[in-house]
Antibody, heavy 116, light 107 residues
């Protein structure tokens, strides 16, 4: 069964850091680009970042560029999002979907709350 | 960056109604667009990919059309389980973007 499980969310103070993880199983993780998508409470979906299959190319939404870093460990079948200089507006559920061709797989998300 | 303008932001409809949602891209994106359905507390679910291809397992009352800058999601006969929020997602550029969402509510 294809599965994505996000973890690492929690409560962090403004200016703090957090690293999210996304454990993949049931497919050849190293073959696919991966993404992070977030959704603030009561708001719409926002694409955050993507990484290519070998980790050599990344892209970021303007709202997180310079603060967030996406990476992956294909040996561990795990995707990461390092989030620094966190702001209140980064409060959201973070998803790591596999969106490629016929694949449309989402995990349950992990909640990040930035508050003092 | 490519901006996606989705309309309407919300609509009220009755079971059996035909519903149309539109997304307009700020520049041409060929057919690099998907439509998603999201229910409260749940992850999104893709309905349509490549602008007009039905995702496996999705009822045939859902259809997508368009290419370039104008795209449409149509629900031919709204069912009770279709009350949800719908989003378009363009993946033509290195920076992907969602539309703002359309909440479909019961009239």
């Amino acid at each position: 069964e294809v599965q994505l499980v996000e973890s690492g969310g929690g409560l962090v103070q403004p200016g703090g850091s957090l690293r999210l993880s996304c454990a993949a199983s049931g497919f050849t993780f190293s073959s696919y680009w991966m993404h992070w998508v977030r959704q603030a409470p009561g708001k719409g979906l926002v694409w955050v970042s993507r990484i290519n299959s070998d980790g050599s190319s990344t892209s970021y939404a303007d709202s997180v560029k310079g603060r967030f870093t996406i990476s992956r460990d294909n040996a561990k079948n795990t995707l990461y999002l390092q989030m620094n200089s966190l702001r209140a507006e980064d409060t959201a559920v973070y998803y790591c979907p596999l969106l490629y061709g016929a694949f449309d797989i989402w995990g349950q998300g992990t909640m990040v709350t930035v508050s003092s | 960056d490519i901006q996606m303008t989705q309309s309407p932001s919300s609509l009220s409809a009755s079971v059996g109604d035909r519903v149309t949602i539109t997304c307009r891209a700020s520049q041409g994106i060929r057919n690099d667009l998907g439509w998603y359905q999201q229910k409260p507390g749940k992850a999104p679910k893709r309905l349509i990919y490549a602008a007009s291809s039905l995702q496996s397992g999705v009822p045939s009352r859902f259809s997508g059309s368009g290419s370039g800058t104008e795209f449409t999601l149509t629900i031919s006969s709204l069912q009770p389980e279709d009350f949800a929020t719908y989003y378009c997602l363009q993946h033509n550029s290195y920076l992907w973007t969602f539309g703002q969402g359309t909440k479909v509510e019961i009239k």
